[in-house]
């Protein structure tokens, strides 16, 4: 999320009772979680396992919960819950704003785009040209939609990312801030959802077709010409290179990245970083040949366990 106008280091300190070490005047130009931190940034860290990751970030705040020296280039303030204080800028920066329509007056629709009955557009949504919006979807928030896009019945756009700290008796939400944008020509089927970032964007590329039930998380971000079959699941943080297809009911783990040109076949389970321009099976995947010579294997072990005792 950025911040305008941009901030001080004092004066976000300030916004939560904090000290800091650094320039009191250095600019905080956005608020954004560790996984898409830009150059002006504040995020934070309450871990020690993820300090250095935090302190090597493009990030130039962090919120910690240890008193240390402030690196070169960066200012630190010190928080006993760097989580909470987090969310309470999120909240200050970002309220949430109820609605008081189903079309919100806010909203920018574009010429001959289609708007079914029962449809939800939210505050200071835009819609491009030409699309159809069917009956009963929901465009929350921000959402950015391009030209000729098709949103089918109960698609949600927007929805919260599903991000929880836990304590010792409940969970605490780190609250949403950022937005979803779709790129032209997208198609996007029934009861289809695509989560907001929790501080920045989730996007669908250009010509990218997701069946009906696919689930994609925050801050994904999904290339052109990609098309995934129903109840294909992608969790945060993903990055989705151009033209890859992942068939029905494929589940990819948070924080990896799948090359341009990947094909994932039905019911596999990605746990880790895929090269493009392969075609890859299994729960975890490997190679699809790879994977049909071990299932070959495995389906001789009797025989060969047979033999081996006799």
Known sequence: M????HK???EIAGYIDAEYAGDPGMPVSGINEIHRVEKGDVTFVDHPKYYNKALD??????????KMASP??????????????????????????????MISPTASIGKGTVIQPGVFIGNNVKIGDHCIIHAN??????????NNVIIHSGAVLGADAFYFKRRPEHYDKLESCGHVEIGDDVEIGANTTIDRGVSGITTIGA????????????DTIIGKNCLFAAQVGVAGCVNIE??????????VQKDLRIGKGAVVLG????????????????????????????????????EIVEKLSG
């Open 72 to 101: 070169n280039g960066k200012a630190l303030i010190f928080s006993d819950d760097p989580f909470r204080d987090f969310v309470s800028l999120i909240k200050r920066f970002s309220p949430f704003k109820a609605a008081d329509a």
């Open 267 to 302: 019911q596999s389970g990605i746990a880790k970083s895929l090269e493009g321009n392969k075609t890859y099976f299994g729960s975890p995947v490997l190679e699809a040949r790879e994977k049909m010579k071990e299932l070959a294997i495995m389906k001789r072990l009797p």
């Open 57 to 66: 970030s493009a990030a130039t705040t962090i919120i910690i919960n240890q």
């Open 242 to 251: 151009d033209d890859v297809i992942l068939w029905g009911q494929v589940g």
């Open 207 to 218: 010509g990218t077709k997701l069946d009906n039930l696919v689930m994609v998380g925050h």
């Open 2 to 5: 950025q911040l305008t106008p």
């Open 137 to 146: 979807a929901t465009i929350n928030d921000h959402t950015v939609i391009g």
């Open 8 to 10: 001080t280091l004092k």
